[in-house]
């Protein structure tokens, strides 16, 4: 499938006008303007029959998906359901809380598509999706060498591991450590919930190898990396974008005072990438 930025464009009004009548608000640590605008675009692309993701957080994503592909059946997992503002009602969309892996997968349309945003190792989720018969995955958090808290596509095209580490007793240590301060914390306060906990325990680091590329290239048919619709001054970590292999933006910062919700949440952007698989 062909993406250029013309075809892209074609769908930002519309895009916008939806956008305005989001449920949550204030979806910080969740998806924003740059990556929902992708994943509305790519499922206008793709129309699959069937959709799974992986990561609800507080919804905002069932309710996007619902709303570009009305007719699709949705099953939304997470393994805290707890944290949702947006609940759908619609008869097409189910929850569970069993994890990916768990899933009964056996009788899955042959377009079927799952969008991960659950912060776990990509290359095992991959592997999972492939095993099931999946051609179609989105991958939200598709950090750069030498970023993120978990391993991801681009990391293992690029050989660079999870951050350039990997399992140590420090790194075990560290994991213990934050586990308990989790638990301290939901022991004090039953509703408390931080995702950064949650994923950030320092147990899923790879080290550098280029065996996981090579065997990307056996199942991988195409992917793309959507293109942030702003770049602010500096990236995320307050540094230079040359540093991270990035295409140009939708919109130039000229624009910023057109836009200025939307340039407001550029530097959520996260390299966010759909893959085909054979």
């Known amino acids: 499938m062909n993406f250029t930025y013309k075809d892209i464009l ?5 895009f916008c006008l939806l956008y305005k009548n989001k449920p949550v608000a204030n979806n910080k640590y969740g998806i924003r303007f740059p990556h929902a605008f992708a994943i509305y675009y790519f499922l206008k692309k793709i129309k699959p029959k069937f959709i799974v993701e992986s990561g609800i957080y507080k919804g905002q994503s069932t309710w996007l998906i619902e709303k570009t592909l009305p007719r699709t059946k949705l099953l939304s997992i997470d393994i805290k359901l707890d944290t949702r503002e947006y609940i759908s009602s619609r008869v097409n969309t189910k929850y569970s809380n069993l994890d990916f892996s768990n899933q009964d997968f056996s009788e899955i349309p042959r377009d079927s598509l799952v ?11 991959l592997q999972q999706a492939y095993f099931f018969g999946f051609k179609h995955i989105i991958f939200e958090d598709n950090y750069p060498p030498g970023k993120g808290d978990f391993y991801t596509f681009n990391h293992a095209l690029n050989g660079s591991g999870s951050s350039g580490k990997y399992l140590s007793y420090k790194n075990i240590f560290f994991a213990i450590y934050k586990i308990a301060t989790y638990l301290i914390k939901k022991e004090k306060n039953p509703n408390y919930y931080d995702h950064k906990d949650l994923y950030n325990w320092g147990l899923n680091n ?47 910062r000229s624009l910023k005072k057109k836009y200025p919700k939307i340039y407001e949440e550029a530097d959520s952007y996260n390299w966010i990438t759909y893959i085909k698989l054979k």
């Not at 074609?10 to 519309?14: G, S």
């Not at 790879?206 to 990236?235: C, E, M, Q």
């Open 10 to 14: 074609k769908y930002f009004n519309e």
């Open 115 to 125: 969008f991960f945003d659950d912060h776990q190792d990509f290359y095992q989720r």
């Open 206 to 252: 790879v080290k550098k190898n280029d065996v996981d590329k090579a065997n990307l290239k056996k199942i991988l048919k195409s992917y793309y990396t959507f293109p942030p619709v702003f770049k602010k001054n500096k990236t995320r970590w307050g540094d230079s974008w040359g540093l991270y292999k990035t295409k140009k933006p939708l919109f130039n």
